[in-house]
């Protein structure tokens, strides 16, 4: 239902955009949904980062607040996760997840590694 993609490998200082296309059932409701962004590094739990609510606001962890920025295009049925300034402390795997109406949808993590 939700595909992530977009993870790689980058040095500290680098970007880069993360996707979450949503298909099957999600796609009639899309636009009706909260998405967030989690990261879970290895031997930690898995935290929010990044929240963009039906309404379109956003809301960002202390982290990643002015690197971060989530927003979707409801025509694409895709939400994004843009991520600048980059630290080896951002490595995780990244999930998105959308909460329509009472459904809860995650999808499968993206690697995102930030070599010093």
């Known amino acids: 239902q939700l595909q992530a993609s977009g993870g790689g490998l980058v040095q500290a200082g680098g970007s880069l955009t993360l996707s979450c296309k949503a298909s099957g059932t999600i796609l009639s409701v899309f636009s009706s949904g909260a998405w967030e962004w989690y990261r879970q590094a290895t031997g930690k739990q898995r935290e929010l980062v990044a929240k963009?609510?039906?309404?379109?606001?956003?809301m960002y962890d202390d982290a990643v607040k002015g690197r971060f920025t989530i927003s979707k295009v409801n025509a694409k049925r895709t939400v994004y996760l843009q991520m600048n300034s980059l630290k080896p402390e951002d490595t995780a795997v990244y999930y998105c997840?959308?909460?329509?109406?009472?459904?809860?949808?995650w999808g499968r993590g993206t690697l995102v590694t930030v070599s010093s």
């Open positions: 997840r959308g909460l329509i109406y009472s459904s809860d949808y």
């Open positions: 963009l609510t039906s309404a379109g606001s956003t």
